[in-house]
């Protein structure tokens, strides 16, 4: 992988022109705006986007540049009752985007007055996965389609009930792509982890050991509770709870009978447990059976969702500059139906070494500016992937390349599928290009 794209001006411009006005950012949670009239602005690069919820709770999104003299008329988040007014001169809009209100109208030359002309510029919006996506291609296929399979798992998932307990942002000093790649693969987990060291490989029986059903137990109760502690609510608490609760079970000595026991149990109790709380969650055991229990799954190219039980962790990605990103977390859970929670600010952005990160994202940000830095060496030309653990990265890559290269969707979407799955482990494949 040579080292160049991630820090080379003319390729990070060669994105900026040709990968992220045709790809479907996502531009908020839902949440942000819960009801009527509710706005929010989206920040990509020098473009603004202003999303606003309709009086079905539909979405739309226009350009935030008032159409007399380009200012913006919102900034961060609020509700607009009676529309949208511009602060320099009072020029109003409708949630439609429509001009309701020149001042002094009759002063303005005709031409200067096309009805056309005068409404807010729409900017494309869907819906899907609880959040809102904007794309700036009116061409691109529907964003559920570009991001199968992913949107079909994740849809089982039942992502789209889920809501926000915890929200973080990060100022990586590090290229967008240099950061999402330090998701993707395992092969730097024993080493940078090493808290999975010990609990992350689950139970492990030495040569010559006997299966100990007892320890079994205890190391799953811990592997969840650091997945827990470590991520901050990737495992919710509450499933942790559960699984202690599953402490005294008695397992048969045969270790994959003994497994598949367990896991349907803890699975079992995570349902029950949430649906006497009539929080919504699908049958897991059910995802089981159709390979769908994945804990990663990526919605190229910026936006990932991580799953397990009753939380699940969601990641944002937005290039900055050649070499700095803005990274957000969001830690994501199943309550109650009725109990929605107010919708949270929006993070301060903290840096990579904030003692306050939770271990495993620490963890992570402390290895990124090191290696940015690292690719800068004069007698470092390239990177060496490893060809079946660190696969993903040479196919999100070159992914890239085909949007780089304007090749039409119909090309893009069978690669679009290729990545858009569990990253780990995954060979080099051919993309079709």
């Known amino acids: 992988m040579p080292k160049e794209r991630y820090f080379d001006p003319d390729f990070y411009q060669l994105e900026v022109d040709l990968l992220w006005p045709r790809?479907?950012?996502?531009?908020?949670?839902?949440?942000?705006?819960?009801?009527?009239?509710?706005?929010?602005?989206?920040?990509?690069?020098?473009?603004?986007?202003?999303v606003v919820r309709t009086e079905d709770l539909g979405v739309r999104a226009f350009q935030n540049a008032c159409r007399h003299r380009g200012v913006q008329f919102v900034k961060g988040r609020g509700t607009c009752e009676d529309g949208f007014k511009c602060p320099f001169?009072?020029?109003?809009?409708?949630?439609?985007?429509?001009?309701?209100?020149?001042?002094?109208?009759?002063?303005?030359?005709?031409?200067?007055?096309?009805?056309?002309?005068?409404?807010?510029?729409?900017?494309?919006?869907?819906?899907?996965?609880?959040?809102?996506?904007?794309?700036?291609?009116?061409?691109?296929?529907?964003?559920?389609?570009?991001?199968?399979?992913?949107?079909?798992?994740?849809?089982?998932?039942?992502?789209?009930?889920?809501?926000?307990?915890?929200?973080?942002?990060?100022?990586?000093?590090?290229?967008?792509?240099?950061?999402?790649?330090?998701?993707?693969?395992?092969?730097?987990?024993?080493?940078?982890?090493?808290?999975?060291?010990?609990?992350?490989?689950?139970?492990?029986?030495?040569?010559?050991?006997?299966?100990?059903?007892?320890?079994?137990i205890e190391a799953e109760i811990e592997y969840l509770r650091v997945m827990c502690e470590g991520m901050d609510g990737m495992v919710h608490a509450n499933d942790v709870t559960v699984a202690e609760g599953l402490r005294a079970?008695?397992?048969?000595?045969?270790?994959?009978?003994?497994?598949?026991?367990?896991?349907?149990?803890?699975?079992?109790?995570?349902?029950?447990?949430?649906?006497?709380?009539?929080?919504?969650?699908?049958?897991?055991?059910e995802l089981d059976a159709q390979g769908w229990n994945d804990t990663f799954y990526q919605c190229f190219p910026h936006y990932f969702v991580l799953p397990m039980y009753s939380g699940a962790s969601s990641y944002r990605f937005r290039p900055l500059g050649p070499e700095e990103t803005l990274m957000e977390i969001w830690s994501l859970a199943r309550l109650p139906q009725g109990e929605e929670p107010s919708p949270r600010a929006a993070p301060e952005a903290w840096p990579p070494n904030d003692s306050r990160w939770p271990p495993i994202p620490a963890q992570d940000f402390s290895n990124l500016p090191r290696?940015?830095?690292?690719?800068?060496?004069?007698?470092?030309?390239?990177?060496?992937?490893?060809?079946r653990l660190e696969g993903h990265i040479s196919n999100l890559q070159r992914t890239i390349d085909g949007f780089l290269a304007g090749l039409p969707y119909e090309q893009l979407l069978p690669a679009l599928e290729k990545v858009n799955v569990a990253p780990f482990d995954k060979p080099i494949l051919d993309l079709g290009f």
């Not at 240099?178 to 993707?184: C, M, P, R, S």
């Not at 999975?196 to 030495?206: A, C, V």
């Not at 896991?263 to 995570?270: E, F, S």
Request: hydrophobic share 40%.
């Open 23 to 50: 790809v479907w950012q996502m531009a908020c949670r839902l949440e942000e705006i819960p009801r009527p009239n509710d706005f929010v602005e989206y920040e990509f690069l020098d473009q603004s986007v202003v």
């Open 89 to 216: 001169h009072g020029w109003c809009y409708g949630l439609d985007g429509k001009n309701t209100t020149v001042p002094r109208r009759k002063s303005f030359s005709e031409h200067n007055m096309e009805p056309d002309e005068l409404d807010l510029v729409p900017v494309r919006c869907e819906t899907w996965g609880g959040c809102a996506w904007i794309n700036f291609d009116v061409d691109a296929p529907p964003v559920r389609q570009c991001f199968e399979p992913a949107a079909t798992i994740l849809d089982a998932w039942r992502v789209e009930s889920m809501r926000t307990e915890q929200w973080y942002a990060a100022r990586l000093p590090v290229n967008w792509k240099l950061a999402i790649e330090a998701f993707v693969e395992m092969y730097h987990v024993l080493v940078t982890h090493p808290q999975l060291d010990i609990t992350g490989m689950r139970y492990t029986m030495r040569p010559g050991e006997p299966f100990d059903p007892t320890a079994f």
């Open 249 to 285: 079970m008695v397992l048969p000595n045969d270790p994959a009978e003994a497994v598949s026991i367990w896991n349907r149990a803890l699975n079992d109790a995570v349902i029950s447990f949430n649906r006497d709380r009539h929080a919504d969650i699908p049958d897991i055991n």
């Open 371 to 387: 290696q940015q830095k690292g690719l800068h060496a004069k007698g470092f030309e390239y990177m060496r992937l490893n060809e």
